[in-house]
């Protein structure tokens, strides 16, 4: 811990640096210690899981994250992405809970990029608790030691003799007490205590930690339960900080007209018009990122004035002629013509990703067989906030600022373009309004700091408009699966064939194989936990035409939606109950090591401690249709139904019910929902609940009304009365979240994602029992309108 | 020359008679809580109050404004209805990311002040121009509902 006697937060990260440079050997030792593990490990042969498998690992260091001041105050360290899942406030918390601390005392600061540092900082995957949950742990617990130390040292006491309370370290036989503000100068100079002499609390001994809003302690909530939430008051009164609030003097604005087409460059520009518009001061065009750009930004033409409207008017007065040579076949990319390719591909044999039993003696020898085809669109994630970032570059240093997902992504980029030492480049990460995924590539960073240098180094912050935004995401794929299954007298399902198409994410990164990868695969597909005797699954070929990325939840989207879709076809062409049908599909109690399926991936977790768990499958599917009074009883009419589905993914179990009514003209109420959700231990209860919440708004947008279509290469959709998201009257007012398995024994589980995928399949199996009608095509649209059936 | 006032403040400001009052607000008189979500009209990230009724700033020039009062988020802690509502948003857990939470409570403001007990039905009515890409729509209208009560309690 560095001390400090200012509360000022600018000065306390003066303070703290120099802290950490003052105890650089202790600090260094950690590190190496996280190192040294993971040597170890490597000369053991064994693979790393979780936080050891990603760069720069994980630190539990109290001296990196926690700083005391003499006036008692604790400022604590968030080095991961703030995007709306609440993680300023939840790992903060843990730090907090660990060490002792009382929350009024607390302060957060959000760290800079620097992985180094602190641990990996990529916030994606649903895995900022599952990986620093313990490390951040341990780093409270070590604080708490250290200052139990200290007032050891103080009494000349046995600091056996010695417990923190809140905030305070009691000397117990004696009953006196010495504050945290004044153990914290000696504490800052004891050693960190090594891992295994730590105390980490038990359950009962925590304060804050998965704790209901109405279990924290007083002064630790707002009135009805908003659970200590860091930028609460921040955000209703304006005063957050967002990527496009942060105002450098003598900042230039711009806005960059980009390629229509992927991979398309300029032919000509005439900017005279720009040039005219008042506040426009230069206009410049910028070189075409290569096919496989991976974060390189478009290129394109940018327009740099002295305001964002002027910057604005500016680009809309340029003439641009693209040249679409550079662009390959992306130019003649359009999604309908691609459904209809996909699912001609999809009919032939694909390449196999896993098979047991004999698929085709299942299939030859059944009684009855099934088969469906369902379809999955593109989306843009369309956080609320557009990528924004500013870039100065002055002296052989860049300074930038932004909503990134990945800081140090952005850093090691920057240092990359501007041919700079990683020293010399400093990422500051604001609030994220919103990221989804979007704001894990950090191209809008980049176009920034090029920008900046064609500035000569002036301040310059690149805002995307939402066209931009829409037309130049890194889009959610576009898919089509294909199942196909065999029954035997008894409608017991004995086959199962699923050929999965998919344009690969990798096509980011380099030449395009046209098939899924194993990271892809596994999100729903190889892991899929049937009983089945015989199963195989293929991939067809599906080229990408566009930035294919990452969307919230990402593949698991089509492939729950197929999947679950598809079960609920079963269960009723068998003439079972769906859950019934679904449980028996399942089969007994497992745990199942997912390199059995052929699936080496698990989302980079241990395969032994993180199984795919069917009884915990089971545990949600029970839970939800119990809390839903499944199959209906007294709620369910004419045109209403409930449906179901479950999924597993990023470590997490949910299951989905959802009771929805159809009306005559094809209207769809949802009556309410009920979202069983297994994480294992919850952290910050409330906000897994309000995640899940938006997890089923989102996932009702996908199931409703929300895609991306592309023709001649472009996108076609601009702006939100075309791209249609979500709002007040389509959402369900009533969502029901019920937690299972909130136990110690299970390891951690992701929350921000897991509650997408099921809910699009749970609203279409409702529509099918309310209805007869069977959505096979995403999103359903005007689908339902009468006349369209 | 463009003579206005914000937030009870009278503003004489020299920018070009079609600028946006959203730019206006953030780029001139850096006010950052209205934020930039569409530029359109469609998303309400960008409402404010002009002379008591909510308009989307990113599309109105800022010489419709001319001799009116603008109000924005910023004035809303001195707000009897505003301080209600935030209160309301704290206490109900609203926010997740926050970017649109300023555009939604500006409109909840205005809508309370109307119609200081709304139904579900003139909620929805009222909010239906605001985008919440987290999902915390379910939140937004309890949190009016509390803030209609939190007014009764206090008249």
Redesign the interface.
Known sequence: MSTSTTTDPLLLANVSRRGLLKGLGAAGALVLAARWDLAVAAEDEAPKYGADAMPHGWVDNPNVFISIAVDGSVTIINHRAEMGQGIRTSLVMVIADEMGADWSSVKVMQADADEARYGNQNTDGSRSMRHFFEPLRRCGAAARTMLEQAAAQHWQVPVSDCTTTVHQVIHTPSGRALSFGELATTASELPVPERQFLRLKTREQWRYINKQPDQLPPGTTEKAGQPMAIDGRDIVSGKAIYGADVILDNMLFAVIARPPVYGASIQSVDDSAALQVPGVVKVVQLPTASIASAFSPLGGVAVIANSTWAALSGRKALTITWDNSSAGDNAAYDSVAFKAAMEAESLKPGKVVRTQGDIQQALNSADQRFEASYYSPHMAQAPMEPPVAIAHIKDGRVEAWGPVQNPQAARDGLAKRLSLEADNVTVHATLLGGGFGRKAKPDFVFEAADLSQIMDGRPVRVQWSREDDLHHSFFHTVSVDRLEASFNKESEVTGWLHRSLSPSIKSLFGPDSGHMSDIELAMGVRNMPFDIPAIQQETGEAMAHVRIGWFRSVYNIPHAFAIQSFVAELAHKAGKDHRDFLLELLGPDRQIDPRNQNEPWNYREDPIRYPIDTARYRDVIKTATRKANWPGGTRIAARRALGLAVHHSFMSYAAVVMDVEVSEQGEVIIHRVDIAFDCGPQVNPERIRSQLEGACAMGVGIAMMTQITAGDGKVQQDNFHNYLVPRHSQVPKEIHIHAVNDRLDVPIGGAGEPGVPPIAPALCNAIFAATGQRIRTLPIAGQLRTGNS | MISLTINGTPQQLEV?A???IL?VL???L???????????A??G?CTVHLDGNPIRSCATPVSYAAGKHIT???A??NDAVGQRV??A?????V????????GQ?MSAVALLKSNPKPT?KD??NA???????????????KAIH?AALYTEVKA
């Open positions: 070009a079609d600028t946006p730019w953030r780029d001139t850096q006010m950052t809580g209205t934020r930039f979500g569409c530029g359109m469609l998303c990230a924005t988020i910023e809303m802690e935030q209160d948003w704290m206490d109900e857990a926010a997740q990311c926050g970017y649109c939470q300023c409570i579900d909620i929805t909010m239906n121009g605001n985008i919440c890409r987290c999902g915390t729509y379910p939140r937004i209208r509390r």
